[in-house]
């Protein structure tokens, strides 16, 4: 049990995906203009990632070496199928968001990694626990991120149509957060602060 | 529209336009993880070109011929698409391995990355789903008119790639602040980029 909720502080905090290894980039940059979508997107690749770490990590015995990674492709690309079809139905506007983002988890750094790296080497519970931490870590960074971009950018969060935090209208947004560039830097500050932080606790 | 037109706005298009690095943001795993050698960078680009072209080419074929008479096109497109374009670069890569052991040791690294480069799927998709990336310059792709889309994809990341990769061989020897060595800085000089990039939406009507 111990070392389940290591694997899963590790995906959360020590190798996170996104922070640390620097993997799964494009998605999380790009969908983090709101902290709703964030939310989804988070949910919608750690629900993919689990399934296909379980799956992978069952069928380990039997995959052929030469062709697992079309092996692995398929089986992602199944979850993500699901994922993009249950979202079209349910949640059209969401979905109208997240756009190209949702087919294209199936190319997710983060996924196909993890079933390289842990899923095909390990048991079934630890890789399950491995997914789960790797989808919460890459949910938080990408809440995080949306929260500042939706704040700063647009002067008020929205959360299911309904307004929770609102700046007023004396707070000119700067717009530039919310565009393309605007998440480049705001990805390359929040690795500064943490720069910063961690290497102050490390001294 | 002429024809010649039409290929020179899907081109242009897809180079600078909607540069599928710098302005779509798709690929950037590739991005910033192999954009630190200049070796690299043209290696991973010249690689890029050519699994996209015929990875293209096989999408395009499989939609048009297949998945749409079919009418499953909606709901398998995913698994098929990128069981393509695995499956072309395994074989790729075995073949190579046995036919050209020069050429292997040159781009064999790559080939196993590209699986993942979302820049691959991405285009296949766009090429066979038109309207997959919304663009503007979404049309029904004709065979000729996908391989022009292709290569200016294809084309478009290996600009930015190897322009990054020049601006980040300076910023080596370059004095930067102890906290944004590395990645910070790297991220801020793509937002620079990023932002002469947009400069060039509305080129040409587009």
Known sequence: M??????????????????????????ALAVSVRVENG??????????????????????????DNIRIPIFLVVISSFVTIVDLVLKANFPAVYERLGVWIPLIVVNCIILGRAEAFAYKRGIVASAMDGIGMGIGYTWVLMVMGLVRELLGTGKIVLFDQVVINLGPRFLPPVFLVTFPGAFLMFGLLIMVLNMFTNKVGS | MGEIQRFGLIFIGAVLVYNILLIRFIALCSFFGISNSMDTSIGMSAAVVFVMMVSS?????????VLAPLGIGEFLYIPAFIFVIAGFVQL?????????????????IYLPLITTNCAVLAAATEIAKPGFLKLNIAYNYSLVEAWVYTFGVALGYSVALILFAAIRERIDIAPVAKPLKGYPIAFITSALMSLAFTGFAGLLGL
């Open chain 1, 39 to 64: 939310l989804f997107m988070g949910v919608a690749a750690t629900f993919v990632l689990v399934m296909s770490n379980i799956i992978i990590s069952a069928i380990r015995r039997v995959t052929p």
């Open chain 2, 92 to 108: 790729e890569e075995m073949f190579i391995r046995k036919t050209a052991p020069t050429l292997y040791k040159a781009m064999g």
């Open chain 1, 2 to 27: 111990n070392g389940s909720l290591s694997v899963l502080k590790n995906g959360i905090a020590r190798e996170n995906a996104l922070l640390r290894l620097m993997i799964g980039l494009c998605s």
């Open chain 2, 57 to 65: 080419t096989l999408s395009w074929l499989l939609w048009n011929y």
